[in-house]
Every structure is written in C-alpha cells, then in structure tokens.
C-alpha cells in the first residue's frame, strides 16, 4: 500500500510545487503542513481544488487561487469526515484527503511513473496504478539512493526523485536541445530576474487578466475560459504567445510580453494551404491549427528532446528521442487513452508509425518528449474539433538529420 504525505501534498512535489517538510503520516500525527504555504502555492491549490471536485465538494474554477470558494469547499469536506470546519489545509485534512482519494489518485501515480521511468527504474504502463511493479520500481529507487525500501511513497524519497529527475533528466533535455540547435532553448529564463509583484502570472486575478484573455483570443491563442482568474490554460497560452514571439519562456506577463501583446511580431503559418491542416515548428515549440475556414490557433507543445534514452522495444536498446520533420498525414486516431510503453497517450493522432500528436498532462517550453508531438490536454480536445484522419501535418524547423536510433514516444 502506498503510504503519503497527503495525496495532495505529493503531487505538488512531483510536480514541482513546493513541499512543506515531513515524513509519512499517520493518522495520530495532527501538524506538519505550513499552512500559509501550501495555501499560497498556486500549483498546490490548484491539485487540491482538482482533489475537491474530484470528491464532490469544489465545483469553482480550478485556478489555483486560494479563496472563499476553496476554503468552503474544504470546510465541507472537513463535516463530512469529523473534522475542525477550519477551511484550511492541515494535517488531519491531509489524512483524510488521502483515505478518501484511495492510496493514490492516478494523476499523482502517472506523474510517479513517468519519473521513475525517465531514470530507468519503471518499464511499466504510465496508466496510474500504484501496483507491484510501480512499487517494486519506487523500492530500487530507495535501495540505490540510501533510502529505506519501503516501497512507499515518504517524503524523503519523493524530495530525491524530484532532485534526481531535475538533474539527470530535465536538465539533460534542455542541454540535448541546445546542442542539437532546437526549440529555441536560447529563450528558456535563467531566473536571474525575478518576476514584479505587478506581472500577471498564475493565480493573478482581475480586470487586467480578463483583457489579457480577450487579448490571447483575439491574437488566436486559448487562454482558458472568460472571467479574471490567471489560470493554467492563461499560462499555457501565454507560454505560447511567448515561444511565437521569440521572448522568454516563463508564462509570466511582463512589460516585454504587455509590448509586444500591444505589437505583436510573430510570424503564422509558413503554408497558405487551406486547413483543416496543422503546422508544428520545432524551433519556437509552437503548433499552428488550421481550420476550414482558415482560421489559425496557435497551441505550446513539447517535442522530441533529442536525448538518448532506453527503448522499451525489446531489444532496440539505446536510442534517441527525436521529431520527424516533413508532410505527412493524420494516419489514425484514437478517441481515448493509448497505453504506450513510455507513457499515457491522451486522444492521440498518429501522422508516422508511433508518432503522434497527443494530449499529456506537462507541456513544458522546452522539447522534452520521446520524440512524440505533446500538446496539453485541453488544446488536445480543441485539435480534435478541426483535423481528422487524412489532414496534412506539416513539421519544420531546427532538428537533427534522422538519426538510425529515432524512437518515438509519449
């Protein structure tokens, strides 16, 4: 059984938001969280929001702003299970999330999976099943990093994997990338600067977000739904406004991004070809959707990092992740989950062998897929609202020859 912080907890440190300290939690134990902390971290709201509606009790915006509607939600939650009606995220809340999610939600699990099997400890499905050999993958993790096997998910073991995965593999990623000369990793923040009080970015809230959204949209870009909340979708697009414009990949809507919202730059689509159809440049990391009517979207994706990784074909052995360019064709779709070797494939539409276009839960600015074309989730929906089986796909920009070791992949 898997053993947690909080199922929440966990998934802001796999995912990178930040964690307070502690170990497993029993039931008895009633503090550990720093409250003000957890509420005030974007990333972490939001999955808690996600976890509230998931159970029932959170119907608002998963935006990642922690609010009235949040501290509501939380506090009925906490009635039903007994518990303080404080609204606020403490340790016998924790508990209690993590009993009712079950050991583990899936997307917390996936997110475990995929970086046990970037490091090479987990050849199984990326399908969300904390099983024996997710277990047995997490226990050869503790064993070679000087962790107790326990096989369990502790806080120790989750704060190594996430260190661990940043080194060896997301930093590998961009460093593949930059000596390749693809996806513009040149424009990738160094953190020297930090971002103003007074930028927009996730969780910002008000009539400022609400013309940034109009804005988006009106420049063809998906900013999520309307109202003034500054949530992943606005970051997303935002993060796609940025690649297409050539500035700093940081999501964040600063006085260079408001410049060039004002006066934008970018370059479209390469093809006046009439669409349905899709364009995916490799150097900006941006995707290009075509509709009938010639309307053009433009969506982040994440493509092949050109890294070399271990095949999950037996037998193929050592080879590189890397994005096909050329005209090709959708081949075939899939409506729903593709269980592949290196990952959950979301609504996937295959233009080469095992390539394809798909919906995946981290879309970063950088090329860090196996080779395959990642979109997030939600743009992957819309994508299926304008192309079909037969569509041209269109691929271009800086990437190595072909290699003889190409693989694809999630």
Known sequence: MWKTVGVVMMVGALFGAACGSADELPSTVTTFVDEASAEADSAFVSHLQEELNHLGYHSGHVDGVWGAETADALKAFQADRGLDETGHYDARTAAALQEAAGDADAFTVEALQQKLGDLGYYDGLVDGDYGEGTEEAVRAFQSDNGLEKTGSMTHETVTTLVERHDVEVEQQHIAAAKANGIGGVEHLPDGSTPASNDWLKQGSSGQSVVDLKGRLAALGYRPGEAGDRFDAAT????????????????????????????????AGPKSADPGPRVEVDLDRQVMFIIDAAGTVTTVNVSTGSGRQFQSAEEGKGIVTAHTPTGDFVVQRSIDGLREAPLGTLYRPMYFQGGWAIHGNPYVPGYPASHGCVRTANEDQDFLWTVLSDGDPVSIYGRNPDLPTDASAGA
Request: aromatic share 4%.
């Open 235 to 266: 970051t997303s697009a935002t993060l796609a406004f940025q690649e297409a414009e050539g500035l700093e990949r940081d999501g964040i809507v600063g006085p260079e991004v408001e410049q060039h919202l004002g006066d934008p730059q970018a």
